[in-house]
């Protein structure tokens, strides 16, 4: 989940997994509370109107405004970002009979993505992923869809560029989209998102690659701790898509009223996807649990290297100090000290017992 | 579970995952035995009767006044604090009709969570669960709901406040509950339960935060101790909510005849919040897996820099004293000792070892 | 498996998890021969006959005697201790109408449990378990119940007192077991055997305390030893008490001829404490795991704390002694030598050498 | 697989877990091919002919000799050993109308275990293992069965002993094999094959327990590649005996024309066997993963053992030598070298040293 | 995924298991766009046509010419490699019906392998493996493969030996091949793909044994890089094999209307090979991993070797040098340097040390 720039607290930057539901425990269900931060400064609806002939875009100031507008074309866009003002999510739910579970599931923004059938509309709840980059983490939003006939109403945390290709395609009036109805506009949307799953993975696998390295040039701390990081990272990731495989199966197989068999076999598209997105996430937590083996391995082998030059110092002059030393002792009667080549000769000795030691470890092949 | 401040003798105040059996054990299935600790001096009972229009909260003296409230209002809360005195269990258990095996049930406090249908009534065992920050560990406390038509009777093991927001929402006139019937209120109640494991959630999310940086501060072994302490919470907590996925799910599903159809979604909602339990368990367990990994790989790399120190100090030293002992042998001949500047040509040549292996070192990047 | 106390050989007192076939391999199915050891002298018989009214207990010499109890009982339960007589047997099940194969499963004591319908009668094989605290280990042996229409047959490997407190409430006139037919009397049976997995799961977890607390004094090889041992102790457990939970499940689910419907609440009790049971393995063989890599842990920081004591003394004596040995060499000129301080000044820049060296592992936290 | 002791190159006798097709590949399907070695000179047929009434063995020279003894006996029993003459399969398949593609899979030694339904037969892949004591490991040879009304027909790759006792019961006229049909003698070969698996599991247990001993005499490395290697075997033995599960439990299910009822407990028992066989594995697996981490414990104890040793030695010489250091250094003005009784008053002090040194191990266990 | 010798970048030489989607992201579905690199200068289409009469090859330079080999051939087989020219692609699915999604799979070449049934046309997409000896990695290419009444079309990145020997077999008139339908022609290529997938077993197989023996022989990182390469590659093998399974365990199940059920048995044939490749892989993989746990043990039993090694050096001398060191000390008064066999006795106390130690290090089989 993404804290902005603009947390005051150094503390609440640290990005959590769980999200606090403090203010919501002890209220009794039913009561319209926005759970998460506040994360723009006002909410924006924008609505989107079209048909094959016409298509509008309107920055809707009045919710009542958008009722006319569903009369006017065939498929009605409506998109709210910012959930804080709980009083817009209430009327545009009076507005299109939207249940109040529903309404506090949109509020809920820690939720666990679901669909559910309510008969006159569909409710779905997604999340969006990001990568960023600076931070090297994956922000979260949670993306709430409501798909009734002739309308979709989605719920955004912040604004975003994520549904930029589908506006284009809105505004195109060649495009299928324009042809389609209302589920179509719904697929079209969830496909954006799933396919910003596919350019997180790309922003892993290229992670993943840079880290290969790095961790190879040295085996520090910092590296394991990036790798670490990373296998969390893959963790969150698994969490957010496994339920979407589910539901998205869900849609392509349950006859639910307000999607027409003509868009199953595009759901079933998306379904493919995300096996694949899940897939690959799998092989990327392998591959990761293999450069931590790795890393461990490579600890393992430079604490071996570093032991193998200890010993190869200490036990050469170990016994060359020695010799040393006995020549270094005081005793009155020490024949040897005598002799005139005596100093000659213990350096010789010295020297062969090193090459002795030399040859022994390159035997072992040590170096 | 919880073993309070007042167990009087200091091997008691061993935590244990598997409740003694003891008592219970050889004797004929059907005697009302209560197997666990005897958690509060006095079994306490309170009762609610509301309907839309009134609320009365009595402490019950006497089982029998419990038959009166029943009459009077659409809906009865019997609560009862305390299992020890059986008596009182078995009164209940003739006044409502509750099974002998259901008594038995109440009475022995390491069931397993189940929920079990006697047509008259639906019979809920649940664990309460809450987090002692003093002893950083999740205390246990079971928790049997019976449900008949109009009725609902809790059975705890010691009083506690889990219940207060359902208590107040019943003096509320205008909440829900009051309009609604008494399979609403065990809801309600599982509902309060549910929401205190989310509570215990957050707490764990902020022992994990601590422990992450303890740990990195030192890889000490109390740090490594804290964070398998956590482990075991987590085991023993995943134990305790996973079975209950099992038991709403089942209410959702099949057509119990004490539970409304009315309030079907709102035991999904329970379910979904159970799933994500579950999930962010596993999330967390996951994450102490990578801490422990990382625990390991930050002592395997201490060791390395204590021995890169070691190394380092030794191999430089080890041919430095070495030459040192040889110009302090007593030789008679040995002619370097007499060259004037003899002492500090040796002097310069350990300056160049010494700076060789330095370099040697840095190409390495020991340092 | 046990093995008993009076086994000859040294060698045959090793515990095996597999019971030798050899006798019964390249028999052709049908003979009658006893798989295991034989485990008691004599094989004996003891039958209850018992209704409402009266309760028999009788040793029985002849065979034939049993057909006279049944007659004259509502229920009729056979005892056999010891299975080497295979004539016995034979007998038995030539009285009862005992199939072949379920006579031959009843020999071989290392059957898989299991249930078996055979319309006429219902077989079950099961294994009770017992902690032997000497050895600090499970024993096995098989149980073979045949459950028929107002008879049941048990075979036992040797005497014990598991069914003591069945036998108590035969004896007693006013116990359920009076009242209620054999298949009652079978859940008794079954439940005293389960009742003692969760003696052995207590002796478990008692044992896991004893080892946590001798493994924190002191990470020794033995402490590791007794932990695999327990681990060992553990997959056995579970795999003996796992086909149990298909066995039970079977026996509530299905319509078997000699179980009454009126029972099935009871097995299905036997369900619940069976799963518990499994359960409460898992968690414990979590815990060893757990236990396992906090011994590795406080193994490899024992290790760290010998490699740091060992680089503190040896980084602070090589340069001091290195510095003697510089004014132990026996050059001519050697300046310092004859400065009158010189030997107090090398003291005391030794003595801030070692102060520097302190300084430097207190900042690093060494000690 | 076995390759015997005839294979000419060192190379060859390399085990392998996957038999090479490369012969195969590249062919269009249908074409008779012998994958796999030649185990055998030649190809060797046995027919057994039976009924209650007479049995005959013949050695069969000319396959056509078969049909003659299929019409005299109401069993017919063919047994070809060696499958490089793929001359005789295709003779035998036109005799008995057994499909191409089966032939085929009567040659591919590499085939997984698996049964086929052709209706006027049934076709039976296995594998026969067998301990071989020398190599310590298992060998693998393909059984093929053709099971058609009145007649078996059994491939393996070479003569073996393991039918020995279905060829004794053929000839006892006593036995239940002569009473019943051809599905019955199909049984007892495929009991005959798992209990040869029970013969393994037996030597397994055996081989566990010496390497057991010979593991913690001395962590050598040797003693880990023993476990090792057991490990591959548990590999390659569970994946052999995994299929064969699917496939008997399909035989006691489904209705294969030429299994008649009455057979379907035989092979229920086979079921159980299996199930036993595999459970054992399991266990065993486990108990070798836990020799593996004893293993790695005993050898980090075993450092940990060095290193303290060496600490203790290195640590108390270390400041000892310093000292004598610091009194062979010459400056001129030492005063304690004239001191009378300087040198023994060092000498106490260095033992004083040492014992303190001794006391500090001594009270952190060290020895 | 294989990136030939001609990519001009050394960056792209890394090989990626994801494959960018990039230039298709944003994109509106249903747009022919070619994911994945241009892997031949040229799309080179041919066309084989047959009957049991006569075979053709065509080199085919306009599409339109496929029409006229279809009438007059009761089998077409046209084999497209190169997917970068958009244009053919479109232009084939035009004149035989192709939906635009089925052109978009073929065109997107980081598909997961699937099959999907479009009623005229059942579309396949495979991944077709080779083994890369010099870089020791298996290089992946996609197949689609388009089969409807009387025709298949196959669809590959770059041309290559795979279909050679289903070449030879459309030439050879007597081959089966020329006797059946369509969907044969899809079951011979299937199993020329999946007959594919054995070579590279054995080439793995032959690369694990190499690497056993390299490794054994010195515990280098490089040989751990290997073996984690190895796994990597596993890991891949695996996740592009594993959906096969379900794929053509779906056409033999499920009724296709291209699929005539004499095809069904060959269809099984490949799905048993799958089956096997899977289990093939998950031994190798259980394999690996063994290999790298003994990899670890034998570079913890190198360190233990160093370290024994270096004890034994380093407590032998360290005490010898102390006496030296002592008897190097300048003490006025010290008695035994003036007894005349004082240096030869401190000798021989030195050697009876030395002795000593190498007893103690014998008795504990230190070498």
Redesign the interface.
Known sequence: MSTGNHTPHKKRQ?K???R???KA??????SLIHIGEQKVEQTGITAFGYDEGQAVAVEVKNVEECLGLKERFKVLWINVDGLHDTAVIGMLGELFGIDS?TQEDILDT???P?VEDFERYLFLSLRMLDFNRELNEITQEQLSIVLGPGYVITFQEKPGDMF??VRQ?IRSAA???RKHDADFLAY?LV?AVV?RY??I??EI?NRI?TLDSEMMA?F??EA??AL?AM??EL??FR?TVWPLREIIGSITREDFDVVGEGVD??FR?IY?HI??VI??I???R??VN?M?????????????E??????M???V??????I???????????P????????FT??GVMVLIAIGFMVYYRSR?WF
Chains 1, 2, 3, 4, 5 share one sequence.
């Open positions: 640290k959590r997994i769980f606090s539901r403090v425990l002890g209220q009794p269900p039913g579970l820690g939720q666990r679901k930029e290709p395609r495009s299928k989209l079209a496909d396919d596919f350019s993975l790309e696998e690659d040295d520090s701390q394991f701790n670490y296998k969390r963790i969150i969490k076999p595009y598209d493919d096996v694949q897939d690959t799998e092989v990327f392998e591959i293999g931590h083996e790795t890393y461990l391995a490579g600890v393992n082998n430079r604490m071996n570093i032991m193998k030059f200890l010993t110092i200490a036990t002059f170990m016994p060359l100090s020695f040393a030393g006995i020549y270094g002792m005081n005793f009155k009667y020490m040897e000290l005598s002799f005139h080549w005596g100093y213990v350096l092949k």
